[in-house]
Each structure stands twice: as C-alpha cells, then as structure tokens.
C-alpha cells in the first residue's frame, strides 16, 4: 500500500501568511494526488485534484504543485475561513490512501 | 442539487453487523465509482472501500477486508456496506463519497468530489 506522509502535524498562522503544507508518497504516483480541506463537524471538501487543478468555486489563493512523490498545497494569503485540517489523498492505486492531516490554526 | 445521504449507523456489539446506506440524488448514479471513507473519533480519514461504476470492481483497505462488503443498485442510487464482525476500533464517522473523474490527453484522473454528511457506526460492549 501507499503511505502518505504530511507535514507538519499542525501549524500556526496568521490572517495573510503564506502557508504550505507538503505531502510525501511512499512510492511514485505521477500526479494522482488530491488535496481535501475539512471543518470541524463537516465533511471534506475537495480543493485539488490532479496534484495541480483548483476543483470549481474554490478561491485561487489555493494552489497545488508537485509529482512523482512530493507535493505541496500552498495558501497564498490565509484568510479566516481557511482555518481548518487538511489532508492529502492519492488516487494512483488501491487502496487509496489519505495523509494523517494538517491543523491550520490562528496564532 | 448534488447530494449524499447515508444512513443505517447505530450502536452495535462487537461481533455484531450492521448495513449502512447512502442514497444519491442530483446526478447519474451510474457514471461513477462510489467511496465509504471513515474517521474515528479525533482521528483523520481513513479510505474504508471503493466500487466502480456498475459493481464489477470493489477494494478494501486491509483493516476491513474479508468483513466488510461494498455493493450498489443502481436501479436504485444506492450504494451500501455491509459490516460484519465489527470492532471496537470500526466505530468512526463513515462517509459516502462520489469518485469524479477527468480525462484529460487520455489519462484518467480519480478524486472525491462529493460527500455525504456521515452516519455513526459506534461498537461497544
């Protein structure tokens, strides 16, 4: 199975920052990662797709990048709504496997 | 309007069984994979089992494989898992979730865009 490894854990930012978040494969999957941002007591909601490709009605200060094994989602400019955890998820194989999430919380 | 509805969780035994349920409207059941996704208590997301799109396919995390049963009926817009033999450690939050898909120059590219809102499984003595 594909292990996904995120970094950090959680962090702390504040309103504008610039925040990214790294997400590492166990072994190569091209481009086949996806990027989910979940609120407390709410279901994931998908943001990336394709290591790279914004899903419809999310805002351009979130961004991907990436292949083979590493990649990235980036925050531009953090706003309050974007406090939340975030995890990776690979569809290169199944199973499919998620990261253990990233907490971004208000310094 | 696009949209998941799961049901069927409850509290269990372990060694019980229970079917969980999620009923999907707004779309065309049968273009696409479906997904059960579950989160523990506090804990992150952890992929439980995937079908595609007419049930000829299905997988399963190692943690539920030979337990769990993932089947759909499309006649229907319905997707299930049957759970047996739980544990202590399946009780969690489970989701239904949509596997969308785009083609672009020929190679496929699978994610989770649509998403139930959760049913609880919760095993305990």
């Known amino acids: 199975d594909i292990q996904m490894t995120q970094s950090p854990s959680s962090l702390s930012a504040s309103v504008g920052d610039r925040v990214t978040i790294t997400c590492r494969a166990s072994?190569?999957?091209?481009?086949?990662l996806n990027w989910y941002q979940q609120k407390p007591g709410k279901a994931p909601k998908l943001l990336i797709y394709?290591?790279?490709s914004l899903q419809s009605g999310v805002p351009s200060r979130f961004s991907g990048s990436g292949s083979a094994t590493d990649f990235a989602l980036t925050i531009s400019s953090l706003q309050p709504e974007d406090f939340a955890t975030y995890y990776c998820?690979?569809?290169?194989?199944?199973?499919?496997?998620f990261g253990q999430g990233t907490k971004v919380e208000l310094k | 309007e696009v949209q998941l509805v799961e049901s069927g969780g409850g509290v269990v035994r372990p060694g019980g069984s229970l079917r969980l349920s999620c009923a999907a409207s707004?779309?065309?059941?049968?273009?696409?994979?479906m997904n059960w996704v579950r989160q523990a208590p506090g804990k992150g997301l952890e992929w439980v089992s995937g079908?595609?799109?007419?049930?000829?396919?299905?997988g399963y995390a190692d943690s539920v494989k030979g337990r769990f049963t993932i089947s759909r009926d499309n006649a229907k817009n319905s997707l299930y898992l049957q759970m047996n033999s739980l544990r202590a450690e399946d009780t969690a939050l489970y989701y239904c979730?949509?596997?969308?898909?785009?083609?672009?120059?020929?190679?496929?590219?699978?994610?989770?865009?649509?998403w139930g809102k959760g049913t609880t499984v919760t095993v305990s003595s």
């Open positions: 979730a949509r596997e969308g898909w785009v083609v672009p120059a020929s190679k496929y590219f699978y994610y989770m865009d649509v």
């Open positions: 707004g779309f065309t059941f049968d273009d696409y994979g």
């Open positions: 079908i595609n799109w007419n049930g000829g396919s299905t």
């Open positions: 072994q190569y999957i091209s481009n086949h």
């Open positions: 394709a290591a790279s």
């Open positions: 998820q690979q569809s290169y194989s199944t199973p499919r496997t």
